[in-house]
């Protein structure tokens, strides 16, 4: 199996990689970006670049469709990862179709995924799968939800709450920075999707905030509100088997205020964003220990009575990965390899449509990414 990275060289994509190395069918792992010194610094002080490792410098300019460099370097691949901002994945998953590969990208906006859906009948004629929205969140809870669907006779109402944060509080957003700052700030400038008395509706990111609870973690209560991006395609996907659908990110106390106000200020409008995006990756830590916290709450029935289930999962850094890079990137590479080895279905999905949630979950508990149920 050959497999092409698209902004390898990037935080997230390292976790990736270090998982395809491990597959004993992956021959080869193309690593392109337009910078390659993070992946080459990080394999140089092993003294050596794994064989199965090809870094390639490639120029991906905005409307690169006709870059005939993006084509070249997709040939004779069978699966195509997009860590690129999400901008470009409707445009590399054309080319994907185009030249027979499998796609998955990390996702995170609702309206480029909804144009990559529209690929389905492009990418079934060819017979190569496109899945948007591989990584954590959105991503991994998608096949939680799924799960839970398959658990519950009737599922009435799900809940969905995730965060990476710091372990400790830090600075005056008590936050750093563990994935793109053009990422984080859609996730609060956009308008959320949710599922309410059965209907699909949009409700506005950095409200709702409630408390939660990790006990396990720490006695001082965490924070969360909704934001935009995570939930994806679940509320299409589930309308009429669930009631009510809601997904709110965690963060340390304080945080939301804060963000609403940059929000109201008018800073994360088009004309702004660019350069609070700039401010915010210089000015947050990148290298505080962080953690991932995710509950997703079920209500519903089974057996003609009322049950609940959680699925909660707490992880910390392994090694020399970030617990937000293993929580997702291993996910992706996950579906990735389920793409190559022929596991899913020609067309493009929502993965929550698409991929066993049983086996996902079997992969993730292999990798020692455990999600505890508790019923």
Not at 105 to 122: C, E, F, P, T
Not at 208 to 220: A, K, Q, S, Y
Not at 333 to 361: N, T, Y
Request: with cysteine; glycine share 8%; charged share 25%.
């Amino acid at each position: 199996m050959k497999i092409a990275i698209f902004g390898g060289a990037g935080i997230q994509a390292r976790a990736i990689i270090d998982d395809l190395l491990k597959q004993d069918d992956v021959d080869e792992i193309k690593v392109v970006d337009q910078k390659l010194g993070p992946i080459e610094n990080a394999y140089s002080m092993r003294k050596s670049m794994p064989r199965k490792l090809t870094p390639l410098a490639c120029e991906i300019p905005r409307g690169f469709y006709r870059h005939i460099d993006v084509w070249e370097e997709m040939e004779d691949v069978d699966v195509v990862i997009s860590c690129l901002p999400y901008e470009f994945n409707f445009q590399l998953a054309q080319i994907a179709i185009k030249n027979g590969s499998h796609f998955c990208d990390l996702g995170g906006n609702n309206d480029i995924v909804a144009k990559q859906l529209r690929l389905d009948k492009k990418a079934r004629n060819r017979g190569v799968s496109i899945i948007p929205d591989c990584g954590l969140a959105p991503g991994l809870v998608s096949l939680v939800v799924a799960h839970a669907v398959t658990y519950f006779d009737r599922l009435v109402t799900v809940e969905i709450r995730v965060g990476g944060i710091p372990q400790e509080r830090d600075g005056v957003l008590n936050y750093s920075l563990y994935f793109s700052a053009h990422g984080l700030i859609n996730e609060y400038a956009e308008d959320a999707l949710v599922l309410n008395n059965g209907r699909i509706g949009r409700v506005p990111s950095l409200t709702g905030t409630e408390v939660i609870l990790f006990p396990e973690v720490c006695d001082e209560p965490f924070e969360c509100f909704t934001t935009s991006g995570g939930i994806s395609t679940l509320p299409y996907t589930y309308k009429g088997n669930v009631i009510s659908m809601n997904y709110k990110t965690i963060r340390w106390p304080g945080h939301a205020k804060v963000m609403k106000g940059v929000k109201e200020m008018g800073l994360m409008d088009a004309p702004h964003r660019k350069t609070l995006e700039d401010i915010i990756q210089k000015s947050l830590n990148t290298n505080k220990p962080d953690m991932i916290l995710m509950r997703v709450s079920c209500c519903g029935t089974k057996n003609n009575s009322v049950r609940t289930r959680n699925y909660e999962m707490i992880e910390y850094p392994k090694g020399e990965f970030t617990a937000m890079q293993s929580c997702t990137g291993i996910p992706a590479s996950i579906i990735a390899l389920m793409q190559g080895r022929g596991e899913v279905k020609p067309g493009a999905h929502p993965q929550e449509r698409c991929i066993d949630p049983v086996e996902f979950l079997f992969q993730l508990e292999k990798r020692r990414l455990s999600v505890k149920i508790k019923d």
